[in-house]
Nanobody, 120 residues
Framework: VQLQAYGGGLVQAGGSLRLSCAASGSIFSINTLHWYRQAPGKQRELVASITNGGSANYADFVKGRFTISRDNAKNTGYLQMNSLRPEDTAVYYC???????????????WGQGTQVTVSS
C-alpha cells in the first residue's frame, strides 16, 4: 500500500489550493484519513480528519477556510484550502489507516508530503 500526496505549490495570500492523497495497492478499506502539516522549525500538527463515513474535524486554525473530503470509490482524500495565509506555509502530509484485508486491523500509512507556500 502506498499513499501519494500532491497538489501543493506557491500561491498568494488569499488564494486557494486543493491537495489530494491517493492510496494504491491492495486495499480493502480506508478508515480515518488525516491531513497534517509541518512548518520549518515546528512540530507536525493535525490539520483535519475525516472518517470513512464522512464525519470531519478541523483544527481551530483552519476552521471555515479548509475542507476535507474523500472519494471512497477512488481511494482518495482531498483538502481544499481557501483564504490561504502565509502562516499556512508548510509541508502537508496525509495519513490514513488502511486495511489490506477484511480480517486485519488497520495499519497507518503516510504520504510523502507536498509543499505549500503562501506568499504575502
Amino acid at each position: 500500500v502506498q499513499l501519494q500526496a500532491y497538489g501543493g505549490g506557491l500561491v498568494q495570500a488569499g488564494g486557494s489550493l486543493r491537495l489530494s492523497c491517493a492510496a494504491s495497492g491492495s486495499i480493502f478499506s480506508i478508515n480515518t484519513l488525516h491531513w497534517y502539516r509541518q512548518a520549518p522549525g515546528k512540530q507536525r500538527e493535525l490539520v483535519a480528519s475525516i472518517t470513512n463515513g464522512g464525519s470531519a474535524n478541523y483544527a481551530d486554525f483552519v476552521k471555515g477556510r479548509f475542507t476535507i473530503s474523500r472519494d471512497n470509490a477512488k481511494n482518495t482524500g482531498y483538502l481544499q484550502m481557501n483564504s490561504l495565509r502565509p502562516e499556512d506555509t508548510a509541508v502537508y502530509y496525509c495519513n490514513a489507516y488502511i486495511k489490506e484485508y477484511s480480517y486485519e486491523l488497520p495499519s497507518s500509512y503516510w504520504g510523502q508530503g507536498t509543499q505549500v507556500t503562501v506568499s504575502s
